[in-house]
């Protein structure tokens, strides 16, 4: 009773916070950076508290609605439409409530949440450079720390001593695609998605080697799924001009 009464806390309390953005029209305000990051500090603390009381110190579990929330807020920042934000909080706050009632439990549903935020914190760092307009030099050593860091939580919940290499090697061969997509006239959306599917796969195939369930067949699959993506992406985005 008590999971199900906080995960829908914790999820009307994010769609509350954030929808008081999209109300007060702060689409446009150069002050909704701060205020969305300090609502994100009050969920992840609320997650933290909340949490913490139901499963104890287990960092997996307490980490992965911390970088949830963090890919919301990022994503949420970017967006300037205002039904592009409601859609996109709703179905946010939803996917919370779910996140939450099925944490500290094995799940796909859990693993894809992973990696959509995942692939919302990519699109946030490519963002952050776009807007910014800083150095590549930045965005890749950002991208080694964050990948890094990722998939320290991508593979956590079993043990394996040579879980810590692949732990470099996903951060050094996605900090190289980052330095490769630096000479790509595309713009952050497009790059987010190419950097992301690198990391899927490293990571889907790593992790199914782990537990000897890597095949061909999953990998000629998963290659022609991302082959597709990448396709369509690149096909339709928007190219920026070269100078």
Not at 16 to 43: D, F
Not at 195 to 218: D, E, I, N, P, V
Request: with cysteine; aromatic share 18%.
């Amino acid at each position: 009773m008590f999971t199900r009464i906080s995960s829908i806390t914790l999820a009307v309390l994010t769609f509350v916070l954030l929808s008081s953005q999209i109300l007060e029209g702060q689409a446009q305000n150069p002050q909704r950076l701060y205020i969305v990051s300090a609502i994100i500090v009050i969920l992840i603390l609320a997650s933290l508290i909340i949490n913490f009381k139901r499963l104890n110190f287990t960092w997996p579990h307490l980490m992965l609605p911390i970088i949830y929330l963090l890919g919301i807020g990022s994503v949420f920042t970017i967006l300037d439409s205002a039904r592009v934000l409601w859609l996109f909080l709703l179905a946010s706050s939803i996917a919370l409530y779910f996140l939450e009632a099925k944490l500290g439990r094995e799940s796909h549903f859990l693993q894809n949440i992973y990696l959509v935020s995942v692939f919302m914190l990519y699109l946030a760092m490519f963002a952050i450079q776009f807007y910014f307009n800083l150095h590549v030099y930045y965005v890749i050593a950002v991208s080694f720390i964050l990948t890094y860091l990722l998939a320290v939580q991508g593979f956590a919940g079993f043990s394996l001593p040579s879980k810590k290499y692949f732990y470099l090697l996903l951060a050094v061969i996605c900090a190289e695609v980052v330095w490769g997509l630096s000479f790509w006239p595309t713009h952050y959306f497009s790059n987010a998605v190419v950097l992301f599917c690198f990391f899927y796969l490293l990571w889907l195939f790593s992790f199914s080697a782990f537990f000897g369930k890597l095949t061909r067949q999953k990998v000629y699959l998963q290659l022609m799924l991302v082959a597709i993506v990448l396709v369509l992406t690149l096909s339709t985005t928007a190219w920026r001009p070269i100078k």
